[in-house]
């Protein structure tokens, strides 16, 4: 079992950029990683996720081009880098861990989540 603890969230303005931390209690070289966010009065959405070794990663087209999804396997952490933040950006974004991942942008698929940690993007 993984602890997974986010990090990093808070108040910026449209344009703005933060960075976002996910530490796991243990190793998570054997999970596949993950971020979704949820916006008050929707449901959870993928965001992007990675795989163990880092070698791919998948990302929402709402974020392409902006988001960066990043692991450091000896920290124990994931990070996903915003850029160019939009206000539809704001919302409570998770970290997930699985070790057998099937579909990537799929809630599910994950096993291990934090508590979540909130953005707001500001116009």
């Known amino acids: 079992q993984v602890q997974l603890a986010e990090s990093g969230g808070g108040l910026v303005q449209t344009g703005g950029s933060l960075r976002l931390s996910c530490a796991a209690s243990?190793?998570?070289?054997?999970?596949?990683m993950a971020w979704f966010r949820q916006a008050p009065g929707k449901e959870r959405e993928f965001v992007a996720a990675?795989?163990?070794?880092?070698?791919?990663?998948n990302y929402a087209d709402s974020v392409k081009g902006r988001f960066t999804i990043s692991r450091d396997n000896a920290k124990n952490t994931v990070y996903l880098q915003m850029n160019s933040l939009k206000p539809e950006d704001t919302a409570v974004y998770y970290c997930g861990a699985t070790r057998f991942l099937s579909s990537p942008a799929v809630g599910s698929s994950y096993r291990y989540w934090g508590q979540g940690t909130q953005v707001t993007v500001s116009s």
């Open positions: 243990g190793p998570i070289s054997t999970y596949a």
């Open positions: 990675i795989t163990w070794s880092g070698s791919t990663t």
